[in-house]
C-alpha cells in the first residue's frame, strides 16, 4: 500500500511554488495516495506542516538529504 | 444501520438497537441543530475562507497579497480578494494601462497610476523603476513568482478577483480596462459579507 503515487519535483522553487504544484498534483490523486514532495526551498520545513493542516491531507514523512527536503503526503 | 456494520469501540450502539437511545439522540440532534442555527443567525459561522481587501495598488502590497491568495487555495480554502482604490490599477490590461479615465481628473489619475502587475511601483526604494526591476531580478533568481505569474495562477485556482464598482466609477476604469477573468464588481456591503463569513480578513 505504502507506494509513491507522484512525485512533485519542486527544487529551486520558492513560496508559493512548491505548495502550488503540491495542489496540482493532488488533484490527479485518489483519496490514500501517498505523494512525496522535493523541495529545497527552507521555508517549506514549516510551511509544509502548516499546509497540512490547512488542507487537511496527512504529512506522513519528512526527510532532509543534502540540502534537499522529502516529504511524504497522504491525500485525504 | 445492520449488525455486521463495522463499528468503532468508541461508538454507541447501532441506532434500532434500543428504542430509548434514539429518542436520546433525536433529542440531542435537535439540540445541535438549535444551537447551529443560533450561531448561524448571529453571523458568525465562520468558513474556511480569506478575503483580502487589495486597497494598494505598489508592487510590495500586490505581491503578498497574491502569494497568500495562492497559497490560501493551494490548501483548499476559498479566497476572495477585493481590489479597491489604488489597488484596483494592477488589474488594468498591460494596454489599457495610463489610458484610463473619463475627464480630465480621473485621465489624470490613470496617468499617475502604472497601471498593470508588470509596471506597479515600490512603495519605497523605487528609484526611478530601478527598485521594482532589481526585486524582479531577485525574485527570478529564487525562483518566486512575480505578480503577473501569480495574478494569473490564481485566477486558474479559483480565486475570486473581485473590482471594487465604486472605485471603477470614481476613477473612470470600465470592464474593458481590466484584465479578463475578473468576478463581477461588487459594492462595499458585498465585500463586508464576503469578510463577515471568512474565517480571516485583511486589508493590504
Known amino acids: 500500500m505504502d507506494v509513491i503515487t507522484a512525485t512533485v519535483d519542486a527544487r529551486g522553487q520558492s513560496c508559493p511554488g512548491p505548495l502550488v504544484s503540491l495542489h496540482r498534483a493532488l488533484k490527479d490523486a485518489l483519496r490514500g495516495d501517498l505523494l512525496e514532495l522535493l523541495a529545497t526551498d527552507p521555508g517549506s520545513r514549516s510551511d509544509v506542516p502548516s499546509w497540512s493542516r490547512l488542507s487537511g491531507n496527512d504529512l506522513v514523512e519528512t526527510s532532509e538529504d543534502a540540502g534537499v527536503y522529502r516529504y511524504v503526503i497522504r491525500k485525504a | ?204
Request: aromatic letters at 6%.
Open chain 2, 1 to 204: 444501520m445492520s449488525e455486521n456494520t463495522t463499528t468503532r469501540d468508541a461508538q454507541p450502539a447501532p441506532a434500532d438497537a434500543e428504542p430509548a437511545q434514539t429518542a436520546d439522540a433525536a433529542a440531542l440532534r435537535a439540540l445541535i441543530d438549535q444551537a447551529l442555527a443560533e450561531r448561524d443567525a448571529q453571523g458568525i459561522n465562520k468558513r474556511n475562507k480569506i478575503t483580502i481587501v487589495a486597497w494598494d495598488g505598489h508592487l510590495d502590497r500586490i505581491w503578498p497579497s497574491l502569494i497568500l491568495s495562492t497559497t490560501a487555495a493551494a490548501s483548499g480554502m476559498e479566497v476572495s480578494v477585493f481590489f479597491t482604490f489604488w489597488g484596483l490599477f494592477p488589474l488594468v490590461k498591460p494596454e489599457r494601462r495610463r489610458k484610463t479615465g473619463r475627464d480630465w481628473m480621473t485621465k489624470a489619475l490613470g496617468q499617475m497610476n502604472p497601471g498593470s502587475t508588470a509596471k506597479a511601483k515600490l512603495s519605497r526604494y523605487n528609484f526611478a523603476g530601478m527598485g521594482p526591476w532589481m526585486l524582479g531580478k531577485m525574485a527570478e533568481d529564487y525562483k518566486t513568482p512575480h505578480p503577473t505569474e501569480l495574478l494569473e495562477l490564481a485566477r486558474d485556482m479559483g480565486v475570486h478577483l473581485i473590482p471594487c464598482q465604486m472605485t471603477m466609477d470614481l476613477m473612470g476604469i470600465g470592464r474593458e480596462d481590466l484584465i479578463e477573468g475578473l468576478q463581477e464588481p461588487i459594492g462595499a456591503a458585498t465585500a463586508l459579507l464576503e469578510m463577515k463569513e471568512s474565517a480571516i480578513q485583511l486589508f493590504i
